[in-house]
């Protein structure tokens, strides 16, 4: 998973603060994927970005919660107001243009964790 | 819902023996899977993976076998090594081109030496 870069990779904010995680996706990825994984559970389906494009957010808290990739810099999932259930390990994934369809795969990052004090 | 499910937790073998972890789904039209394997901190790194018009794939001490009809996959490890301790995602491809995965919730293998 090199390549994948995420930061910050520790966070702490406390309740009704905001927090903005970034990812820059592998050199030559043009897709980024966001993940949460909940302590003691799996990794959870967040959103899926190209560039200035959200094409799935059907995992993404309906509120508080936003993504974006811009056409310059690193992919941001922001969480507004943030509350106690918001901590968590955030993970970022890339890959390039069909992934799983292919042969290509996707590749993640080294997380971010969330301590929302 | 949970569309992949890895029914076993936790997975203890003795080094050199095979390790064999499990992975059950219920959505037909997945056409994808992958194998991840997680350190405690870190992200999940890829293992390998298996499209669905093939059975088996191989690569080196790793091998996936894919049973479309009873929507089983599993991965065999051997000779397990200590390294290999950790915990193993399998995932889904949810929609095919996207790339967008569904998760297990993991299995902990531990290899004793």
């Known amino acids: 998973n090199a390549g994948v870069m995420q930061n910050p990779r520790h966070l702490v904010r406390r309740r009704g603060q905001e927090a903005r995680l970034r990812c820059s996706p592998m050199k030559g990825h043009s897709h980024v994927y966001w993940y949460r994984q909940l302590p003691e559970e799996g990794l959870k389906f967040m959103v899926y970005?190209?560039?200035?494009?959200?094409?799935?957010e059907s995992g993404m808290p309906k509120e508080r919660f936003s993504a974006e990739f811009p056409k310059e810099g690193p992919s941001i999932l922001r969480i507004q107001q943030v509350v106690r259930g918001d901590s968590a390990a955030y993970f970022c994934a890339s890959s390039p243009p069909n992934a799983g369809a292919d042969g290509n795969t996707i590749y993640f990052g080294e997380g971010s964790w969330l301590t929302v004090v | 819902d949970q569309q992949v499910k890895q029914n076993s937790p936790s997975l203890s073998v003795q080094e050199g023996r095979i390790s064999i972890l499990n992975c059950d789904y219920t959505?037909?039209?997945?056409?994808?899977f992958l194998w991840y394997k997680k350190y405690p901190a870190e992200g999940p790194t890829f293992l390998i993976s298996?499209?669905?018009?093939?059975d088996k794939n191989e690569d080196g001490r790793f091998t996936v076998f894919l049973n479309k009809s009873a929507k089983h996959l599993s991965l065999h490890i051997v000779p397990s090594q200590p390294g290999d301790s950790a915990v193993y995602f399998c995932?889904?491809?949810?929609?095919?081109?996207?790339?967008?995965?569904?998760f297990g919730q993991g299995t902990t293998l531990q290899v004793k030496p």
């Open positions: 995932a889904a491809v949810g929609s095919s081109n996207t790339g967008k995965l569904i």
């Open positions: 298996i499209s669905s018009i093939k």
């Open positions: 959505n037909s039209m997945f056409d994808y």
């Open positions: 970005l190209q560039k200035e494009n959200i094409i799935d």
